[in-house]
């Protein structure tokens, strides 16, 4: 089924096991609750295309078109996404575990849990293990997201929301949080280096046992609202006076 032109196919529960789908145009396609393991879906078009809860576990989207799709609480797992146009995408509770997004644009994709009729807010994307390297994520919402052990070099999260997001063990090397909303945020574990909080909010974001010797433009006023402890080590330019056991105060070096 390469190179076919099904714009609102209805494919829903459809099963696509390793179908080839590559160069199609699926715009505005409905893939509910489809099965799509393996599938290669290589620079095929599914702009505004409906695929809640697919299983699509190691499928090919390299350098497709998934512009404004709803995979709310979809199965990527494994799945290729590299390249990939991934603007304004709903993401939201989507497993991600082990996706390659290397290089792809989420400008504004919604990667973050919500509420549910029991009253809790459920995680966010889980992007455990996966590759970011180079993924533009500008204004993306990933409130909650999973990313523990997931490769973010490069990765510019500038004025996105990574509130209660869990970096642990993350490689977030030349990372751009520019902006961004940190609250709550757990790096314990990361590699920082180089990585940028110019104008980031920081309110609680755990950064105990980290080394921070290394990130750029991070505020003494910032630091001390998040949460550090007599194992963290601060840039030259912040000095850590400690009140008590667990109690500081930062402040720039003169």
Same mark, same amino acid.
């Given at each position: 089924?390469? =190179?076919?032109?099904?714009?609102?196919?209805?494919?829903?529960?459809?099963?696509?096991?390793?179908?080839?789908?590559?160069?199609?145009? @699926?715009?505005?396609?409905?893939?509910?609750?489809?099965?799509?393991?393996?599938?290669?879906?290589?620079?095929?078009?599914?702009?505004?295309?409906?695929?809640?809860?697919?299983?699509?576990?190691?499928?090919? @989207? &390299?350098?497709?078109?998934?512009?404004?799709?709803?995979?709310?609480?979809?199965?990527?797992?494994?799945?290729?996404?590299?390249?990939?146009?991934?603007?304004?995408?709903?993401?939201? &509770?989507?497993?991600?575990?082990?996706?390659? !997004?290397?290089?792809?644009?989420?400008?504004?994709?919604?990667?973050?849990?919500?509420?549910?009729?029991?009253?809790?807010?459920?995680?966010?994307?889980?992007?455990?293990?996966?590759? !970011?390297?180079?993924?533009?994520?500008?204004?993306?919402?990933?409130?909650?997201?999973?990313?523990?052990?997931?490769?973010?070099? &490069? %990765?510019?999260?500038?004025?996105?929301? !990574?509130?209660?997001?869990?970096?642990?063990?993350? =490689?977030?090397?030349?990372? =751009?949080?520019?902006?961004?909303?940190?609250?709550?945020?757990?790096?314990?574990?990361?590699?920082?280096?180089?990585?940028?909080?110019?104008?980031?909010? !920081?309110?609680?974001?755990?950064?105990?046992?980290?080394?921070?010797?290394?990130?750029?433009?991070?505020?003494?006023?910032?630091?001390?609202?998040?949460?550090?402890?007599?194992?963290?080590?601060?840039?030259?330019?912040?000095? %850590?006076?400690?009140?008590?056991?667990?109690?500081?105060? =930062?402040?720039?070096?003169?």
């Amino acid at each position: 089924m390469s =190179c076919t032109d099904l714009k609102n196919a209805n494919l829903m529960s459809a099963n696509l096991v390793s179908a080839n789908l590559s160069d199609s145009d @699926f715009s505005g396609g409905n893939f509910f609750s489809a099965k799509a393991m393996r599938v290669n879906f290589k620079n095929t078009n599914l702009s505004g295309a409906n695929l809640q809860k697919a299983n699509l576990t190691r499928a090919n @989207f &390299e350098g497709a078109n998934l512009n404004s799709a709803d995979l709310m609480g979809a199965n990527l797992s494994h799945a290729i996404l590299t390249g990939s146009d991934l603007i304004r995408t709903s993401l939201v &509770e989507a497993s991600l575990l082990e996706a390659d !997004l290397s290089g792809a644009d989420l400008t504004e994709a919604k990667l973050s849990g919500r509420y549910q009729r029991e009253g809790y807010f459920s995680r966010g994307a889980n992007l455990g293990k996966g590759k !970011l390297a180079g993924a533009k994520m500008v204004r993306a919402d990933l409130v909650a997201a999973e990313l523990n052990e997931t490769d973010c070099r &490069e %990765v510019d999260f500038s004025g996105a929301n !990574l509130s209660e997001a869990s970096f642990k063990q993350a =490689c977030l090397i030349s990372t =751009c949080f520019v902006n961004s909303k940190l609250g709550d945020a757990d790096f314990r574990g990361a590699d920082l280096t180089d990585s940028d909080f110019s104008g980031a909010e !920081l309110i609680e974001a755990k950064f105990q046992g980290v080394d921070l010797r290394k990130v750029k433009n991070i505020s003494s006023e910032e630091l001390e609202l998040a949460k550090i402890d007599h194992k963290t080590q601060v840039p030259d330019y912040i000095e %850590v006076k400690w009140t008590s056991e667990d109690t500081y105060e =930062c402040r720039k070096k003169v």
